[in-house]
Each structure stands twice: as C-alpha cells, then as structure tokens.
C-alpha cells in the first residue's frame, strides 16, 4: 500500500494501550522519557484553567506514571515529539536480545526431551523466529515514523481550518467588539490546540506600551506578571514588540533557549509555555496590535500554520475595523439625527409643485404649535400668513425655479394659535438625474429677536445722536485695512465742517489739526496698541472760520482672531472752554501758592522778596520782561528794586541811576497818574504821553502797569511786558494780587525785626529756666534711684545667695554628670557676675559726702563700665581696654570720678549710634569697626592719662570750644541737658587735673583725663 493512500485514510490508533503498564512500556519504548504527557484522543471534555475560565478542547494531559488514565478510555500513544531514530534502535535492540535469549532457552528447554533428534529443526525454527523479531520493529519505526508525521500535520491543518471557520462565523456573528476577541480568543484555544491566545492593541504613550484587551486559556495571571512595550528596547524585542514594530509574524521558537524572551520566560515556564508567536493586527495599513499565540511544544509553527494564523490575525483586525466603522457610523447617524432634530432651525423636506411636507423637525413642530401629524402631508402655505403668499408666489417661487436657492427671505409664520413668528427661509433644491427639481430642504429661521433688535438698535441710533447733541460728543471710526474714517454728525459740528462738502478722510482730518500736534497723532504705532486699553489725546484744531478749538480725543482698538489691531473707534470731545477753566483754576491755584510762598519769606530780605514776586509775576501772565519800583510818599520818584533777567540781558542801555522821576516818565507812569492798571497791547501806537526808548533798549511789544495802593497813595508799580498774546483782566487780576501781597509782607518786615529781637531775648531766658528745672528733675531723680537701688540690690543678692548656694550643694554629688558639671560652674560665673553688677550699682547710687581716697584707677574704669555693659552690647558696640600692665593708684572721690567716666562712656556710645544710623562713619582703617570705643592708660611725667576714643560722628572747631559751657548740647532736645560735660570739668579741677578733647567731623572723638598719681609715702603728683 503507497503512502499517499496512508494519508488520505482517516487516522486511527496502530497502537491501543487500555492500563498504565502498558502505557509505560510503549512510552519507554518511543522515546517519550522526557515527555510527561500522552494525547488523548476522546471528544471534546470541558476543563478549567488557573483563573477558572471555561475552554473547550480535544486534548488533555496527564503526567506519565501517575495511573489517572482510566482502563475504558482508548488513548493513543501517538507522542506530541517525533523520538529520534537511535533512541529507537537502541531500545528495540534490548528488546529483541530479550526475546532471543528466553525464547531459544525456554524452547530448547521444553521440547528437547519430546524430540531430541530435533535439534537441528529447533535451532532453525528458532533462528526464524529470531530473524523476523528483528526485522518486524526496525520495518515498523522505517515506515510508522513518517506515518505518525504525516498524520500529525493533517490533524492539525485540521484543527486550524475549523478555528478559521468558527472564527469567521465570530466575526459575522458578534457586534460588540470585546464580546468579539473574548470569543476569538477561546476559540482559538479550543480549537487550535494552543495553551493561551490572548489579543494586545497598542498604546501611543510614552512607553509605547502593548494594552492585553483579551485572553482566553492557562493564563495564571501571566499578562499581569509581564511588561511589554512595542519600542525599539529589550521588552520591546519579544514576539509581541517586534510584530507590531515591523508588521510582520514574530515567533519565540524555544522560549528556553531563545535570547530575546529573557525578560518574561520564567514565568513563561511556568505556566508551560514552550513556544510563542505573535501576528500583527493591520488596520488600514496600520499595525493596531498583536494576535498572540503560546504552545506547550517546541518548534510547534510550520510554513502552512503559520500562514493560517496570519490569515487569521488579519480576519480579526478586519472585524475589529469593521465594528469600530460600525460604531463611528452609529455614532455619526446618531449625532446626525440628534442635530436635526435638536437643531435650533426649522427644517422641513419639501415635495416641490405642491409644497407637501414630508418630512419636519421638532423645532417646527413646537414653534408653529401644529403636532407633527397635522404638518406633514400638508401643505407648508398653510403655515404662513396669509399676506405673505403673494410674496411667496411673485418673488420667492419664481427665483427658486430658476436658480435653485432661497436666501434670507423674510416672511411671517403663523402659528396654530394665531401669533406671528418672523422667520428668514433658506431653501435649497434637490434635483433628479434629468437636473428638474423634485424636493426642496427649507430652513426657517426664527429672525423675531433679530427684528426686534433691530428696532430697538435704530432706537438706540437715534438716541445716540440725540445724546452726542445735547453733551456735544462727536464720534468716529478708522479702518485701519482701507483708512476709511467715519464720522457722527456731531463731530462735524465740532470741527465746524459741512457734511455735504468734506469727506472724512485721514490726510484730510491731519489738515485741520494743530502743526504742533500732528506729531501726537503720528507716533501712535498701530503694533503696540492694547486690548481693553483706553488711549486719551488732546488736540488743537483750526476750524474754517479761523477759531482754534481744544479737542479731548478717547479711542480704543478693536482686534481680529489674529490679535491684530484692524480698527479705531473713538469720541471726540470740545474742551475749549474746560481748558480755559482750567487753566485759569491752575494760575488762581499757582497765584495763591506764590501769595503763601511769599508770606513765608519773613527771613527774606526785601530784594529777594521783589526779585521772587517779580518773577513769579511774569510766569503767570506769559510775560517776557518786567520791573518793580516803589513810590516815595509824595508819589514823585519811583525806585526800581527789582528787573527780570530778560531785562538786563537784552538791554544795553547802562542804568546810570535806580530812580526816576514819575512826572517826566512816559506810559509806563500812566498807571500812577491814572491811579489805575494800564495795559497797552500795541506799544508800535502814538499816545500823547509816549516819551520813546533810548537807542538800544529792549523793544516793547505790549505792557501791563499795575500800581499798588495803601489808602489812598501808590505806594508801588509793577509793570510786565511783551506777553506774545494780548493783556487781558486775568493778567491784571494776577499781577495786582502778587504786588499787594508782596506789599503786605515788606509791610510785616518791619515789624517783626523788632519782635524777632526781642524774642530771642525771652527765648534764651526761658531756655535757661528750663535746663534748671531739668537739672532740679534730674537731681530728684538720682536720688530717687539711689535710694530705690539700694533696695533693689538686696532684693536681687538674696535670691542670688539662694541659687549660688543650691547650686553648690548639687555639685557635691558625686555621681554628677561632666555636662551638668559644666552647667553648674555656669550657673555660678553668671551668679557671681549679677552680684557683682548689683554691688556696682549700689556702690554707685549710694549717697555719701564727697571723700578722697587712695584708688586703683583701672578698677574703677572695670566698675564704671559694668554698668552700662549691657546697653553697650545690645548696641553692637565694643569696649577695647588698652591699660598698663602695672596698677596704677591716684587719691580721689570714687563716686564723683566714677560720674566723671560714666558721662565719657555714655556720651561716647551715643555718638557711635548717631554715626552708624546715619551712616558718616570714616572708612578709615582706623574706624573700621562698626561700633568701637577704646579706653587706655599712660603715665607720663607722675601724671596718668585715660583717654576714651570713640568711633562717633566726632565735632567741629565751633562745638570743641563750646562743649564744657554750661546747658550745650550737640543732642536731640529731651536726650541731654548739656550739664554732664561742664560737671565733669568742674569735677576734675577739683581733683588737681585737666580734661581735654580732640576731634574732626566724620572721625570720631578722644576725651583724655589728666590726674596726678598717688605715691607710695601718701603724697600726690603736682597736677
């Protein structure tokens, strides 16, 4: 029989095996010792995997020897790997050495007894035996080898074309996408054979990360374990990553040996999984993803296998596109029918000729009040006014005839309760394959707000100009594409054209304007104007009967999508007389400004006075030149106090006297003859009384005279000139006021200079009484602190005693930590200083007589200084001691040399604070420190000096030789008396020596105390 007829039979077992021994045997004997499982060929059995999903299939297993098989059930011994042909050569070869060795030993046993002379016979029979044992095995592994092949490959061409077939009937067959791949999934596995299928898309992250969507068969919890990505990296190099990296089927042949499934084979292994393939899921030319397959054998993908996967992947990303158009079809009707129905337009399909509506939405159903049965198979004419169905028929219908289209024609829809609705129609025609029209698709548009709007903006119109009239505001607009200017009616009331004649353009409006502000207006740049931003402009405009108008020009822009500026819009408003106002308000407000400035010039003398009056004169009446002069008594001489600059500049007549006869001068003595304000506009005219110029004096253009009266005398003449407009009241107004005011504070002048003197007098007296009553207040007050310190003291010394004594007994202890050692010797040298600043300041309040007595100088200087350390440190300033190594001992008044030190030290630091506060310190090497007083010793010719040198704002010549005097303070008043200095001197003459100090402003002082010293036989040093 040929083998080709071999295959096209149907497969049937050659061996059948019903017990576990026998079973043992035929796997031993093929070569299954490494393979734990059998194919059991039954129908189809439900099972379960690891996560409990249901799947169908036509094979199990089972591990070998574990004696589960039942004895009824037919397996086949057909193994899931072909063995190679040495292991069967060498197992069969111990077979038949067996077979040979007890049947020729058994045989000869038993029938040589029966027939001994049969040897021969026996031997051959045996021999046979023996040749065809040989022969029978290695004929069945020649020819059932190939067999067992052949037959595997149709079983599983098979399995494969009915997983195609099921699959399709799945694509046909399922609408939702997911219930889609779940059931291609399961099928995949029941059918074809596989461990797991499972479907992955991929995502357009970051990571290009593959999203499982579907699995069906041992999963375990495999796609949760793993991390797979479609990038070009190492979990980007696995059947999955490369499919939909490249397009094409990417396979992991052995996952124990293949490289690039590192990353996820042992929990591939796991879960049985010995081979893997994936297959790409093509969209429209577009890898959406992968159709992912795992076998439990190596090497499972042929030629024929593999092209019926991909044939399959491609059938699954075709019914995955086809669902998703399906749904985005659905979707679209959906949205369609959504907005037709929901649309804010009324709809309506046509039949045309009749006008019979088919088809309407329900916006035309609820505007015209008609249910939707009642509108459609009738007429549209029926649901317009009646006195629109000429319109309809002369004008609408016959357009839409020839062209097709209705544009916005306004008519009126009458709704089923009677009330009028404007509507604008839109219709657009619907033609058949000759071109005739056979439907027409009609939208109305509800337009009554629109009209109502429209009224109401005509409304609005009219008020605005009745409005820009009564306020006198003109608008205006500029389109910045074309320059075209529009202008309101009012604006050319403002500028005083006639609408009929000009035409607003942009060059022409420049024409009108002001040489001077035409810049204004050119330097706008278009590019730089902002949004929500009001810009506001003054102009001068000429207008064509020649009056000059002040025009206040607000505009703001006006942006496109691009934010690009595309159009002006502004007001114009006439401010001529505001800014005449203002103008007026701002010299009434600079006059009184001058008439207080003046009244405040009482240490002025009166030349400054005139020469400030005189100038403030001429600023406010626009003038160029001026002069003051008063009046004798008998009102004949004028006496000039005071000319402009301008005068002396320009004039080269010389001034050989300040005084001038009023009865020989010219116009300018107009105003005293007159006894009024003369203003002559047009010097260049004749009068009776002009006297001329000399040659050489400034040219006179216009003059303004103002006489100043006192009673009923001129005491005063002011005159300005050549203003470059005309002298008007105003400028009178502004003049006469400034001279009286100037007249009335020379008039105080007078008066205070004597009260000034005698006001000094009684302020030096009661300056006097009050350093006494401070230096009464002071005393008072010492001795207060002298007898409250001496109380506070004790008050402080006894709870120092208690803590200093406490202190000591803790540090008896024995076990007392080092640290806490530490903070008890702490304890005790701040104890130990309190009582000592207490004992100083007792000391130093203690009220006694006055007694000279042998002292050890630095001691005193240490004790001094304890009380005031504090202040000194919370001020950042630092106390340098420079003493003499040796003590140095003189005879004095502890308590009085002690107030002698305390008034250097205290005077000293509030210098330092003064400089750093006000920053004057000198940044000399000397005086680098911030804050530093330095207080040394020196003994020279049996005499100590100590001198105290600070880095304070120091003092000039003038101060040095005031600063002993009684009641001088250079200090703030309240912060000194000017008595501790002028003590302190009295103090050291008293002790036989001398106090002195140097100093420059900006570097500091050094006070230096002389006193002789005290010898060892009781006597003292000559001073």
Not at 63 to 70: K, L
Not at 177 to 204: F, P, T
Not at 715 to 727: E, F, S, T
Request: hydrophobic fraction near 40%; glycine fraction near 6%; charge should be negative.
């Amino acid at each position: 029989m040929e083998v080709t007829n071999l295959l096209n039979r149907p497969f049937k077992p050659l061996f059948v095996i019903s017990s576990d021994s026998n079973a043992f045997f035929f796997d031993w004997l093929i070569g299954k010792g490494d393979d734990k499982r059998y194919i059991i060929d039954t129908q189809p059995v439900t099972t379960s995997n690891n996560d409990g999903v249901s799947m169908s299939d036509k094979k199990t297993s089972m591990d070998r020897g574990s004696g589960n098989v039942s004895g009824s059930l037919m397996y086949s011994i057909i193994s899931n790997r072909t063995p190679k042909t040495a292991v069967y050569s060498i197992r069969l070869l111990i077979i038949i050495c067996v077979v040979i060795f007890l049947g020729e030993s058994e045989l000869m046993f038993f029938l040589h007894p029966l027939f001994p002379s049969m040897d021969p016979l026996v031997e051959g029979i045996l021999d046979a035996v023996v040749l065809i044992t040989l022969v029978t095995p290695i004929l069945y592994v020649l020819y059932h080898k190939p067999l067992i092949k052949n037959v595997n490959a149709y079983n599983k061409t098979s399995r494969i074309l009915n997983m195609l077939r099921d699959c399709n009937q799945s694509l046909v067959r399922v609408n939702n996408e997911q219930e889609m791949l779940n059931e291609l999934c399961r099928i995949i596995v029941s059918y074809g054979g596989y461990r797991l299928a499972w479907i992955g898309l991929k995502e357009q992250d970051q990571a290009k990360s593959v999203r499982p969507v579907a699995y069906h068969g041992q999963e375990g919890g495999y796609l949760e374990s793993i991390d797979i990505t479609w990038a070009d990296m190492e979990k980007g190099h696995g059947p999955t990553g490369k499919a939909i990296r490249t397009g094409k089927p990417s396979f992991a042949m052995d996952i124990m040996t293949d490289p690039d499934f590192a990353p996820w084979r042992e929990e591939a292994l796991k879960r049985g999984y010995f081979s893997s393939g994936a297959f790409p899921l093509v969209c429209k030319g577009n890898v959406i993803g992968a159709l992912n397959v795992f076998s439990e054998d190596r090497y499972p993908f042929d030629e024929s296998e593999i092209q019926l996967l991909t044939e399959l992947a491609g059938d699954v990303a075709f019914g995955i596109e086809s669902l998703r158009v399906q749904k985005e079809l659905e979707r679209s009707e959906a949205k369609y029918t959504d907005l037709y129905e929901n649309a804010p337009d009324m709809f309506a399909l046509l039949e045309f000729g009749t006008g019979i509506v088919l088809l309407c939405n329900e916006k035309l159903v609820t505007a015209s009040g008609y249910a939707r049965d009642e509108i459609i198979g009738h007429s549209i004419f029926e649901l317009y006014c009646p006195d629109c169905h000429e319109k309809i028929r002369n004008e609408v219908l016959p357009d839409f005839r020839k062209t097709g289209i209705i544009s916005d024609a306004e008519l009126l829809l009458q709704r089923k309760d009677g009330s009028l609705i404007d509507v604008s129609l839109n219709a657009t025609a619907v033609r058949d394959e000759n071109g005739d029209i056979i439907f027409s698709i009609s939208i109305l548009r509800d337009i009554t707000e629109r009209k109502r709007a429209e009224q109401q903006l005509r409304k609005s119109e009219t008020m605005l100009r009745i409005s820009q009239e009564i306020a006198h505001i003109g608008s205006w607009e500029l389109d910045l594409s074309n320059q075209n200017v529009h202008w309101s009616d009012e604006t050319y009331k403002i500028l005083g054209l006639d609408k009929e004649r000009f035409e607003p353009t942009f060059e022409k409006f420049m024409s009108i304007v002001h040489p001077d502000d035409r810049e204004k207006i050119s330097c706008i740049a278009i590019e730089s104007l902002q949004k929500d931003r009001i810009y506001t402009m003054e102009l001068r405009v000429t207008r064509p009967d020649g009056v000059d108008r002040v025009i206040e020009n607000r505009f703001y822009a006006e942006f496109d999508k691009s934010d690009r500026p595309v159009r002006l819009v502004g007001t114009n408003l006439d401010i001529t007389e505001r800014k005449l106002a203002r103008e007026m308000i701002l010299l009434n407000s600079k006059r009184f400004e001058t008439l207080l400035d003046i009244s405040q010039m009482s240490d002025a003398t009166l030349k400054n006075i005139a020469d400030f009056t005189l100038e403030k004169g001429i600023e406010l009446t626009k003038s160029e030149i001026g002069f003051l002069g008063l009046i004798d008594e008998g009102e004949s001489v004028l006496t000039t106090i005071s000319y402009s600059p301008m005068v002396m500049k320009k004039c080269e007549v010389e001034v050989a006297t300040l005084d001038f006869a009023v009865s020989g001068s010219g116009l300018w003595a107009e105003s005293i003859r007159e006894r009024k304000p003369v203003i002559i506009n047009d010097y260049s005219k004749s009068h009776p009384n002009k006297k001329g110029v000399p040659e050489g004096h400034i040219k006179l253009v216009r003059i303004l005279a103002v006489p100043i009266f006192e009673g009923e005398n001129v005491v005063a003449l002011g005159i300005v000139g050549n203003k470059r407009i005309n002298y008007n009241q105003t400028d009178v107004l502004q003049l006469k006021s400034l001279l009286s005011g100037m007249w009335q504070i020379m008039q105080k002048k007078k008066y205070q200079q004597s009260l000034r003197e005698s006001n000094e007098k009684l302020i030096k007296t009661i300056n006097k009484l009050k350093n006494m009553q401070a230096m009464v207040i002071r005393s008072e007050k010492l001795a207060s602190l002298g007898s409250i310190s001496a109380g506070v003291a004790h008050e402080i010394k006894n709870p120092l005693n208690i803590i200093s004594a406490n202190v000591q007994l803790i540090m008896t202890d024995d076990n007392l930590s080092t640290q806490a050692r530490k903070s008890c010797n702490a304890i005790l040298k701040q104890v130990h200083r309190t009582a000592k600043i207490t004992d100083n300041l007792r000391d130093f309040a203690r009220e006694r007589k006055p007694e000279m007595i042998r002292l050890e100088i630095h001691e005193l200087i240490n004790k001094t200084i304890a009380l005031v350390e504090y202040e000194m440190n919370v001020g950042n300033i630092v106390t340098d001691r420079k003493f003499r190594p040796d003590p140095i001992y003189i005879k004095a008044d502890p308590d009085q040399l002690a107030q002698v030190f305390l008034n250097l030290i205290n005077n000293a630091c509030d210098s330092i604070t003064e400089s750093r506060d006000s920053g004057a310190n000198d940044a000399s090497e000397e005086n680098s420190s911030d804050g530093r007083l330095t207080i040394g010793t020196v003994v020279e010719d049996d005499n100590v000096r100590i001198y105290f040198k600070d880095t304070g704002t120091g003092m000039t010549e003038d101060i040095i030789k005031k600063i002993f005097d009684p009641f001088y303070t250079t200090k703030a008043e309240g912060k000194g008396t000017g008595l501790g200095l002028s003590i302190s001197y009295g103090i050291i003459e008293n002790h036989g020596g001398r106090i002195s100090v140097k100093s420059e402003a900006g570097k500091g002082a050094v006070f230096t105390v002389t006193l002789p010293l005290y010898h060892d036989d009781g006597s003292v040093a000559d001073g």
